[in-house]
């Protein structure tokens, strides 16, 4: 066994097949980026070919492959699992990355009154709220299960010296007290979060892993408004103690952690990267 702890071995993803849902944009893109850029092979998936197609022309080596689906639909999940099939036969490493909003609080005054705060969580729809776990949580799940064979065959392939695993993006809303992007996006990744870590148990004698990683503010889809405000304004240390942003080194130093030889003696653990977000607000973390 190799006892090099020099940075390029540690950090090697090198011919690692990895699969990343919601890879087109935001912090999906900048995982599916940092696997390829450093030698992985790196399909992604998602619902919009057009936001696929353009994600595909970033790699770096030719090696992000675009995959049509939604994570709601097992079809779609069975189907992509069967094209890697073809293509390698196994799996290395699953990023469960897809996720929504759903209802929030935005546009309710922090002095509203207790009747414009029950017309405001009233008026929103029980599917609406439900769907946020269908995509967040429900989704996540049926990413793994639809991959557990494959990522079996990856630890009998030993193209790498780390067992297979599956990561989920989760959030620090998973932990914060306060609402933020509203209840049930928080709801939904406090229930993917100890789901994986159930999986962490699950799958110990089959040899994968399953981890977490738990971001605050990145550029993405969700958190758009709130960064080109803070463009203009800043950010307070009371805010986040870092006082900027989450950007594509940050969350590829996590990444790249966990996918290699660095992170291989992981398993049911939460990487939060939020800058020190978790640390200055009410949290169950």
Known sequence: MSTSIQSGDLFNVKGLIAFVTGGATGIGLLIAQALEANGAIVYIFGRRQQSLDQAVKTSKNGNIHAIQGDVTNKADLERAAKQIQSAHGYINIVFANAGIGGPS??????????????????????ED?????????????????????????????????????????????AFNRRPGLGYSY??????????????????????????????GFYPSE????????????????????????????????????????????????????????????????
Do not use: M
């Open 222 to 285: 969700l958190t758009i408004k709130t960064l080109e405000e803070r463009e203009k304004t800043g950010w307070s240390k009371s805010e986040v103690p870092a006082e900027r942003a989450g950007d594509a080194q940050d969350i590829a130093g996590a990444v790249l952690y966990l996918a290699s030889r660095a992170g291989s003696y992981v398993n049911g653990n939460v990487l939060v990267t939020d800058g020190g977000r978790l640390g200055v607000f009410p949290a169950t973390y």
């Open 129 to 173: 709220f439900t769907h946020t776990f269908a995509v967040n949580a429900t989704g996540a799940f049926n990413t793994v299960a639809a991959f557990l064979q494959l990522l079996d065959q990856g630890n009998k392939q030993g193209n790498v010296s780390q067992k297979s695993q599956v990561v989920v993006t989760s959030s620090i809303g």
């Open 186 to 215: 928080s709801a939904s990744k406090a229930a993917v979060t100890h789901i994986f870590k159930q999986l962490a148990t699950t799958l110990v004698p089959y040899d994968i892993r399953a981890n977490i990683i738990a971001p």
């Open 105 to 126: 609080l935005a546009g309710l005054k922090p002095e509203a009154s207790i009747e414009e705060l029950q017309k405001h969580l009233w008026n929103w729809g029980t």
